[in-house]
């Protein structure tokens, strides 16, 4: 349908939306129902000169008549003001999921190459595991990043017996976690596994878990060699087909790919952020020199450790390459500033004297205003989420502004 | 032939306190139903109408200043917020509070707060109070307007400097707390904010401790 004008004296078209006279309060529009404010009880507002015309008004005509009428500019009628707008539902779309990967370490970054035991652990806490930080743990800025833990199903290598001791403990932990409830020994490439090292990564740096394909161990071995270990899933490039819980560890690295697929080394577990690494098979490749005498305290995690700090304080290259993998669910909202809407400010520079007369007098007819932050509110007026944008945006009665706010959850 | 800017405008929100907080609930009480937009950080005195480059230029200056990063305290954010009225405004609606300031002892004194807008406005949605420190006391507000109350959580004795919102048409009443933490004085303030034009005040606050021997002329004066 074309659009149709308005008569300016009153009448209106169809449903008979009309003007007032111009020189009396806001809220009355005819009787064509109530202004924006209206349909909240609001009243009278001050003269503007200008004939005024209800948005609210204009909206009905528009539905039951199927013509949008012509107005002149700056003839809506707010009243006495009006601060917030409601989202409709075609100003909000909900559901988007991205997948958002980022260097696994603090800070975001992707390859550790730094690593210190703490002195904070306890005797007994050390038997069973050593905390690996980025820096000097005294210093505030440092943070734990991963645990090496050693496991025995015997509770060989560490002080006890049988049941009593930190290595029987820490295999039967993580067999209770990572295993099916039928499988009570680790096995990689079809051999079970007598004992086996964990290298267990703090979930604030997974986030949601271990990025597969995407994370490179290097052990250093004996005569320089540097054994280097990644994952078998080949999700390099975010395919996303990367959905399994445990892919098999292989010799191999991010830059080259995998090596060799015949020999598995152990398994990676990205959900849990966990990588468990057979101690036979890092002895014949690493010459790890695991001691698996019974009651004994021989530290064998203190093994790994040496070996992959000692890879890194070789070559700089050689460090602890990992990402993290988080889904991130968010809410978009088409926030939509009309022509004749927030053309005024409550800043107190915007006006002068006692008496809220406007500051700047070419603002008096042609109002403007910056706007510089987004507020996202419930129906009680409660600030529930905020936005700046990187610049302010001018808003006068000669332009609209759309702006697209993203609410991450 | 040039090409036209096709960009669009795109930011990311983060969650208020209040946010969180109502996120931790449950996303049914997490409801975002309106928005509204601010200009904190503007200040209007540098529209200059005397460039000598012309209208253009007028606002270049506000126009080339970086913003500044969100913050999550909701009492602290969108502060001056834009309002829509009528083209040929001249005068822009304020709200005026009587008193402008509070001083009360401890001990559950009460004093009410007028509220009234200048130009027109916020007769029928009324005013929303902030009490910054409800360690100081609490408010309410009197009867007539749309609106909720928002509960304080009591973590222990006192309430930890948490904030308390409410309503009120045109009067809200303050009650200074029956006994301060630590018997030390207490300055905060109480925001009041226009529901219809979104303009502020706000009020300095002052709660004093009651010494012993005040306590004990209260108690001899008393009985007769």
Known sequence: MPIQPIDPNGGGTGAGAGFNSGTGGGGSTGNNGPSILGSLGAGGGASTGIPQVSVASLSANDVVQDATPVIPAGAYDFGTGKVFTAFTIEDVVEGSTQRVTRGLWSGNVGELTSFWTSSYQSSTQKQYYYEIYNGDPTVSTNYAQFSIAYGHYAGSGSLGANEDSPSNAIYSQFQQVLLPASQRRFSFGGVNQDDVYVVTINRERIKDKLDPGNWELCISGSNGRVVRLVDDSGDTNQLGNSNQNVYNIVSGSLLNGVYNTTEIFGAVYPQFGVIVLGAAGLDASASLGTIRTTNTDAQNHGKLFTAISGAAHDNAGNGFQARSEEEVKSTFFFVRAKNAEYNFSNNPSYVTGSNGKLLQQTFVGDPKTYITTVGLYNNDNELLAIAKLSKPLLKSFSNEILIKVKLDF | ?224
Not at chain 2, 12 to 25: F, M, S, V, Y
Not at chain 2, 71 to 96: F, G, V
Not at chain 2, 129 to 152: E, F, K, Q, R, W
Request: glycine residues 8%; hydrophobic residues 35%; without cysteine.
């Open chain 2, 1 to 224: 032939m040039g090409f036209l800017d096709n960009s669009s405008v795109t930011v990311d929100a983060i969650l208020t306190k209040k946010g969180r907080e109502l996120l931790a609930q449950g996303r049914d009480k997490f409801q975002i139903t309106q928005f509204a937009l601010a200009d904190d950080e503007v200040d209007y005195e540098l529209w200059n109408p005397a460039h000598s480059l012309g209208t253009d230029y007028y606002g270049i200056v506000i126009e080339n200043m970086p913003v500044i990063e969100a913050i999550t305290d909701e009492n602290y954010a969108m502060k001056y917020k834009l309002l829509s009225l009528p083209k040929t405004t001249a005068r822009l609606p304020y709200i005026q509070v009587s008193p402008s300031s509070l001083t009360l002892n401890e001990g559950a004194n009460n004093s009410v707060i007028a509220v009234t807008t200048k130009n027109g406005g916020n007769e029928n949605l009324g005013y929303t109070a902030i009490l910054l420190n409800s360690d100081a006391g609490s408010i309410t507000g009197n009867s007539g307007v749309p609106g909720n109350v928002t509960p304080i959580v009591n973590v222990s004795s006192y309430n930890t400097a948490q904030s308390q919102t409410v309503v009120g048409k045109n009067q809200f009443t303050f009650v200074s707390a029956a006994n301060l933490p630590n018997d030390t004085a207490i300055t905060t303030r109480i925001v009041i904010i226009g529901n219809e034009t979104g303009g502020r005040t706000e009020i300095d606050v002052t709660v004093n401790p009651v010494t012993d021997a005040q306590t004990t002329v209260v108690n001899v004066v008393s009985p007769a």
